[in-house]
Structure formats: C-alpha cells, structure tokens
T-cell receptor, first 113, second 109 residues
C-alpha cells in the first residue's frame, strides 16, 4: 500500500500524559499536513510542512503541541500534558504540488480519559 | 478555525435519486476539492477542480468550480447505498486546504 499511513489508529491516554503520532506520507510528496477533526465537524488545519520546513501553524496548535518532519519524509505530532479537549481524530495528508490534490491517511483517534 | 459553508447539512434520499450539494466561501480559491468520509476513516478524494467554470466528472459524480471562484457544486446521479457518508468540500490556494462543514448523505433502498 503506497498511500498515507498513520500510526497508531487508536490511542487512549490518561489526562496529563504525553502522546506522539506518526505519519508516513506518499513517497516523493513534499507537502505534509496535519488536521484535527471533532465529531460532526470538518477537518481543521493544524500545521503543514514543505519538505522539512514547517511553514504555517494554526492558532489551534497550542504550545502543548509540536510537530516535526526531520528529514522531509515522515512526520510526528506530539501532544504534551493531554487534556480531555484534545480528544479528536488527528488526520495527516500529503500532496505533491502546491495547491494540488491532498491525500489523507486513515487518521489516529485520540481519546483522553 | 475557518470552515466553508456547505448545504444542505444532511440529505435523506431514496436509492436511484440524484443528489446536489454546494459549498460557498467568502474567499476566492484557486483549487476546489471534494472528499467523501466514512465513519472512523480519513477523507477520500473524489474530484479536484483547478479552473473557474470547470466541470469535471468521476463516474456518477460531477463537480463544478464556480465562476466567482467562491463556490463549488457536487452532483451524484442515480444514488446507490454505498454513496452513504459525509461529503466535504475543500478550497485551497498556495497553502493549506480549508474544509467545509460537510453534507451527510443517507440513501434508503
């Protein structure tokens, strides 16, 4: 399967714990995006990378959130000191060209208890 | 965060009927994309539009890029049960995609 891959698919964590999610984009896609989706809403933009450079971060991305794409390939999204409001589906997408077709992974569903 | 307006919010139709939904924005976009999302899964790309006025088909799906570049439309002809899901529009310029609020489609046999 050469699509976007996310790991894990599901994560249950206690409030206050740190969690890290991984995204492997489609190979040779230089754009990588992170989105968050809550029930009944459309995906909301968090941040995106062009190769290894993080070009934009949403105001939704508080200082407890950090994303990296160290070698311009896979990316990680870390949430520190999780809160119940962080419970959501975290989606990763990649695209080959600016403003082009973005392909999504299956998402990581986070539940903070 | 910013979201585009989609209508209708939900639709309940009978198998075989045609479906129309639309997406509007206060901003201009250079690209419009339409996605379908099943429960617990990521959005799947259906159609991409790159030019104002463009009409593009993918099987029973047809989408149009509005002339004003502030809206887009999706039509599904002869609906079938597997069309059930949530349909999202997304607009893009040179950076991120901005998604719509979604249209939930239910198809009854």
């Amino acid at each position: 399967d050469t699509g976007v891959s996310q790991d894990p698919r599901h994560k249950i964590t206690k409030r206050g714990q740190n969690v890290t999610f991984r995204c492997d984009p489609i190979s040779e896609h230089n754009r990588l995006y992170w989105y968050r989706q809550t029930l009944g809403q459309g995906p909301e933009f968090l941040t995106y990378f062009q190769n290894e450079a993080q070009l934009e971060k949403s105001r939704l991305l508080s200082d407890r959130f950090s994303a990296e794409r160290p070698k311009g390939s896979f990316s990680t999204l870390e949430i520190q000191r999780t809160e119940q409001g962080d419970s959501a589906m975290y989606l990763c997408a990649s695209s080959l060209v600016v403003g082009g077709q973005a392909f999504f992974g299956q998402g990581t569903r986070l539940t903070v208890v | 965060g910013q979201q585009l307006n989609q209508s209708p919010q939900s639709m309940f139709i009978q198998e075989g009927e045609d479906v129309s939904m639309n997406c509007t924005s206060s901003s201009i976009f250079n690209t419009w994309l339409w996605y379908k999302q099943d429960p617990g899964e990521g959005p799947v790309l259906l159609i991409a539009l790159y030019k104002a006025g463009e009409l593009t088909s993918n099987g029973r799906l047809t989408a149009q890029f509005g002339i004003t570049r502030k809206d887009s439309f999706l039509n599904i002809s002869a609906s079938i049960p597997s069309d059930v899901g949530i349909y999202f529009c997304a607009g893009a310029n040179t950076d991120k995609l901005i998604f719509g609020t979604g249209t939930r489609l239910q198809v009854f046999p």
